[in-house]
């Protein structure tokens, strides 16, 4: 295949399954539908992963275009973003969700709405601003429409994780118990920080070239 044609490695799939890590975010799913039923399960699912892929699919198609029009450049925009991941694997290190940025009155109101599959659980529990920023510098690392089409299909994949996860959230909470929970968030949290470090080099050497190295 021809440079120009190059697919994207696996990379950005892992950094996104990493990050929005929808087995984290289980307990949160079966706290807030504890008192539906099926089908209002099921709608909440769906809410859920509509929103995960709209909202990395408009940070892949959009996000350059948003900082261009604040102005900030993508160097300090990845510096941003790295910091944002390793805070992200410091509190998923400690076994927390990644993207765990509400408060009890938002969960309390979101408690009480239909809508809790768009917020909390879609934004911010599992597409945070870690989660925006690590789309759109992979977006801007896309460098022809198939890449831009392939980014696109990873947030089709991740979509789907979470769907799975929440679908069959009551069998893998009794299969891995909160122990085997905080053990994958862990992992994933270790992995997310190494990833963190990379974005923020890159960045870094982009706004001071000297620590590039002759």
Known sequence: MSTSLQLLSLKPLITLLAIVNPLAILPFYISYTQDFNASQRLRTIRATTLTVFVVLTSCALLGLEILGFFNISLASFQVGGGMLLLISALQMINAQPAEAR?????????????????????????????????????????????????????????????????????????????????????????????????????????????????
Do not use: C, H
Request: glycine share 10%; charged share 10%.
């Open 102 to 214: 509400t408060n009890a009155e938002e969960t309390t109101y979101a408690a009480r709405q239909a809508s809790i599959g768009v917020v909390p659980l879609g934004i911010p529990l599992l597409t945070g601003p870690a989660t925006m920023s690590t789309m759109v510098i992979f977006a801007n690392r896309s460098k022809n429409w198939l890449q831009m089409v392939q980014l696109i299909g990873y947030a089709v994949l991740v979509a789907l994780a979470v769907y799975v996860s929440f679908l069959l959230a009551p069998r893998i909470a009794r299969a891995m118990g909160q122990t085997g929970i905080n053990v994958m968030t862990r992992l994933m949290g270790l992995i997310l920080a190494a990833m963190g470090v990379e974005v923020m080099a890159d960045g870094l050497r982009q706004i001071f070239p000297a620590l590039g190295g002759s």
